[in-house]
T-cell receptor
Framework: DAGVIQSPRHEVTEMGQEVTLRCKPISGHDYLFWYRQTMMRGLELLIYFNNNVPIDDSGMPEDRFSAKMPNASFSTLKIQPSEPRDSAVYFC?????????????FGEGSWLTVV | AQSVAQPEDQVNVAEGNPLTVKCTYSVSGNPYLFWYVQYPNRGLQFLLKYITGDNLVKGSYGFEAEFNKSQTSFHLKKPSALVSDSALYFCAVSAWTGGFKTIFGAGTRLFVKA
């Protein structure tokens, strides 16, 4: 069974460019999470969706960040324009909520470097 | 608002000795509590969770955790540490806030010395 699939795994981009990170959650999962991990701030929840609907985006740093989930099998996190301080590992994760206890399954991460 | 605290940045233990990684939480209502492990350059992997029932939860790789409601703690334990247990450990809490929101502690790096 395939896990959470993220692309690209690594991206290096110049400041000011648009960055799009992609995620395919585990089939049948109804929750999707985007996290950002840095040495300074640890693992931050940026936004999460339930049944493709954004529930809480209070962790999104600023208007340069946006996330969409057009269907149950795909989500994107976009940064426009990108800045060096956005350099981090971005994790997508999915889970089956409710009585199952909401165990989260993580992708391998997208390693973003903005120069 | 929910929160998770891992008071130790790093825990050092000798191989064969017992280990404890601490976690305390704050949440309204009934919490779902989790431990995850992260190896270098990888995503987080689920270790164990507490939903309800027995306060002692057993998980992968010989790890266990004890839920203590009065102390709002969920410490991770293992009777005998292995060098291969060296990794970054995260405690997490999931609570209903219009959806199941899961947040993570800052992480504790475990070093097991041979």
């Amino acid at each position: 069974d395939a896990g959470v699939i993220q692309s690209p795994r690594h991206e290096v981009t110049e400041m000011g460019q648009e960055v799009t990170l992609r995620c395919k959650p585990i089939s049948g999962h109804d929750y999707l999470f985007w996290y950002r991990q840095t040495m300074m701030r640890g693992l931050e929840l940026l936004i999460y969706f339930n049944n493709n609907v954004p529930i809480d985006d209070s962790g999104m740093p600023e208007d340069r960040f946006s996330a969409k989930m057009p269907n149950a099998s795909f989500s994107t996190l976009k940064i426009q324009p990108s800045e060096p301080r956005d350099s981090a590992v971005y994790f997508c994760a999915s889970s089956l909520g409710g009585i199952s206890g909401n165990t989260i399954y993580f992708g391998e991460g997208s390693w973003l470097t903005v120069v | 608002a929910q929160s998770v605290a891992q008071p130790e940045d790093q825990v050092n233990v000798a191989e064969g000795n017992p280990l404890t990684v601490k976690c305390t939480y704050s949440v309204s209502g009934n919490p779902y509590l989790f431990w995850y492990v992260q190896y270098p350059n990888r995503g987080l992997q689920f270790l164990l969770k507490y939903i309800t029932g027995d306060n002692l939860v057993k998980g992968s790789y010989g790890f266990e955790a004890e839920f203590n409601k009065s102390q709002t703690s969920f410490h991770l334990k293992k009777p005998s540490a292995l060098v291969s247990d060296s990794a970054l450990y995260f405690c997490a809490v999931s609570a209903w806030t219009g959806g199941f929101k899961t947040i993570f502690g800052a992480g504790t790096r475990l070093f097991v010395k041979a």
